[in-house]
Structure formats: C-alpha cells, structure tokens
C-alpha cells in the first residue's frame, strides 16, 4: 500500500518523463546530431514492423532480429482497453446513499469541477477507440504469417497503451492521481478510501471494484450533464 501511494505521488513526473525521452529519442535520431550510430538504429528499429521489416537498419547484430509476429497488434489495444477500463472504474465516483432515483442521480454533480468530469467522459471516449481497433485488429485485419515487428516496437507499443490512459486522466485537471482520497463525498480516484481495497488482495480488490461498475452509468450521466459537449470538443483539440 505504502509503495503504491509513493508510486501514485510520483506519476506525474514519470510520465511526464516517459514523453519526454519517447519524443525526444525521435528527435534527436532525425536530426543531423552526432549520436551513435547504434542509438539511431535502435530507434528506427521501434517503427520496423510489416512493409518497413525489411528497411530495418542491420548494425546490431542479433538485436536486428528479435521480433514477434505482427498479429500481436491486438495486444497493444488490449493492454490499453484492460489500463483505461480499469481507472474508469477508479474514477467512478460513488452517489450518495440517499440518491437512488436515476434522474436524480444524473442532476447530482457527482465531480468535483467540471474539468474532471470532462476527463471522466474522455476516458469513456478512449476505452471506445481502444474497443473499436481491438475488434478491428481480432476480426477484419489479415496478417501475412511472414508479417513480423521488432521487439522494440512491441515492447514501446505495450508501454504506450498503459501510459496513454494514466496521461489523459493525470493532465486534464490538476493532476487527481496525485490527491489520493481527497474527496470524500465523490470517492474521486479515492484509492484510499474503504470503498476500494488494497489490502486484502486481488480478489478483495476486484470485488471493491463492483460497486464502482454498477455506478458508472449515472456517472457517465452526470459528467456529461455536468461538463458540457464543447467543454469535451476543448479538451480533444487541445
């Protein structure tokens, strides 16, 4: 529990680190800078996937070969849908006992501030993307049994569908995964909270988790009625 909520203090400068090495990595291997030939390559070698495998740089040795079978695409959306329907259900704030009636639970402002439950109905938006290339990748994609992606690539593909969830809800409004527990009417991400369990293992966990799903509806309801449609449209082009 301790090095959990450490972790969760320090996840906005890990993920803010994780772009900026992921971005400027990209950078700096366009740019005509005098960098080791080796770095450059392994750059390149994490967009080396279906019609560019056979572009791949070849200066490192058996590292130019290590790849998976480009069907493992799917995993990427997977992992991602598994990240970001997880930290919906996190961020389902809990109604009040007294509010069981639906409308009045959808006029109740179950959030916060607006700006969070805009990024509550941005993460519903993202688990809905995640879905639709999921489905697309398991059921209309056909990949050569030849098509191959380097390790690389997979392995920057899986980290980037669990950081794109945790950097879309962390750098909305005021960075809520580092409030632990500080609403305590809403249940916000109150991971501290009784109502989500943390020490009583997996399955204590999960089973905190239920309340939070059968909520998620009127959560969905109430964010929508509460941080209107172009608030939303705001968000995406910024």
């Not at 593909?157 to 945790?166: E, I, Q, W």
């Not at 500080?182 to 999960?206: K, M, P, Y």
């Amino acid at each position: 529990m301790f090095i959990l909520l450490i972790l969760l203090r320090l996840l906005p400068a890990l993920l803010t680190a994780y772009w900026v090495l992921a971005t400027s990595a990209v950078v700096v291997t366009l740019l005509p800078l005098p960098l080791p030939q080796g770095f450059k390559d392994a750059v390149r070698l994490s967009a080396a996937r279906g019609k560019l495998w056979s572009t791949r740089p070849k200066s490192l040795g058996r590292l130019n070969d290590l790849a998976v079978p480009q069907a493992w695409f799917s995993h990427f959306y997977a992992v991602g849908t598994a990240c970001c329907l997880l930290l919906l259900l996190l961020a389902t704030p809990l109604p009040p006992l007294a509010s069981s009636d639906a409308q009045q639970l959808t006029a109740l402002a179950l959030f916060p501030s607006k700006a969070e439950a805009v990024q509550y109905i941005s993460l519903w938006v993202f688990l809905l993307h995640l879905l639709r290339r999921l489905l697309e990748t398991c059921c209309l994609m056909v990949y050569p049994s030849t098509a191959r992606m380097h390790v690389i690539a997979y392995v920057f593909g899986l980290s980037y569908y669990m950081v794109a969830p945790l950097s879309l809800l962390n750098t909305l409004s005021g960075l809520p995964l580092t409030r632990v527990g500080a609403h305590e009417n809403t249940g916000f991400l109150g991971l501290s909270q009784g109502d989500v369990s943390l020490e009583g293992g997996l399955g204590s966990f999960l089973a905190s988790l239920l309340p939070r799903a059968a909520a998620a509806p009127a959560a969905f309801a109430s964010a929508w009625a509460q941080g209107s449609a172009w608030q939303v449209a705001s968000v995406r082009v910024c």
